[in-house]
């Protein structure tokens, strides 16, 4: 099951910032979350991940909660292409080894 | 560099046949994970493959079983197909104990 929730979909305004938000409430300690999109059934690409601190990339800033229970991408200006279903993810750590449990996505839909 | 790569990217198979899925993972990676993604859906977590071995399995039948070569690269054997099976299988590489995870383009099946 995922352990994460997210909108199943939000618009913004090229140019404007998109923050995307995510609950995951029932994070574990040593899980982290990440931050895929997908655009098109092309390949997942990733975006960024965390752990308890913020995070920023080239791509996206990462603001996690500090209760670890949510989190927010954000886009700081968005453009047509960053049109995509956006995948916030936790990484599963098991005995052996570890899996991203994959949700819904957020659909985020950027127009002129 | 090459990044993840998958192959073949398109393929037609019958009911009852079986399949077998490539994948090269990114360069100086050593892990190799496996995902399903129906239409509509998030991908769904295979199995693991970590020095030539199964580490962990997500909740899939016996019917998917997979390989790790001593130079890293996988495959994914899927037999007895059934319609249900059609979907976008992604391959993704990581280093083990590191947290960077790269997704390839994908291997569309197609169950008739």
């Known amino acids: 099951d995922a352990k994460t929730t997210q909108p199943p979909s939000m618009d913004c305004a090229e140019g404007r910032a998109a923050n995307l938000p995510c609950n995951h409430s029932?994070?574990?300690?040593?899980?982290?979350v990440y931050w895929y999109r997908q655009i098109h059934s092309q390949g997942p690409q990733y975006i960024i991940h965390?752990?308890?601190n913020n995070e920023t990339n080239e791509m996206a800033s990462l603001i996690i909660t500090e209760d670890r229970k949510s989190s927010t991408l954000i886009l700081p200006h968005a453009t047509l292409r960053d049109t995509a279903v956006y995948y916030c993810?936790?990484?599963?750590?098991?005995?052996?080894?570890?899996?991203?449990?994959f949700g819904k996505g957020t659909t985020l839909s950027v127009s002129s | 560099d090459a990044g993840v790569t998958q192959s073949p990217t398109h393929l037609i198979k019958t009911r009852g046949q079986q399949v077998t899925l490539r994948c090269s993972p990114k360069?100086?990676?050593?892990?190799v994970s496996w995902y399903q993604q129906a239409l509509g859906q998030g991908p769904q977590f295979i199995f693991q493959?970590?020095?030539?071995?199964?580490?962990q399995r997500g909740n899939f039948p016996d019917r998917f079983s997979g390989h790790q070569f001593p130079n890293y690269s996988s495959e994914l054997n899927v037999n007895a197909l059934l319609l249900g099976d059609s979907a976008l299988y992604l391959c993704?590489?990581?280093?083990?104990?590191?947290?960077?995870?790269?997704f390839g383009e994908g291997s569309w099946l197609t169950v008739v």
């Open positions: 993704a590489s990581s280093l083990n104990g590191g947290n960077t995870i790269y």
């Open positions: 029932t994070i574990s300690g040593n899980e982290y």
């Open positions: 965390g752990l308890k």
């Open positions: 993810i936790v990484r599963v750590a098991y005995q052996a080894g570890t899996a991203l449990i």
């Open positions: 360069s100086g990676h050593d892990t």
């Open positions: 493959y970590y020095e030539e071995e199964e580490r």
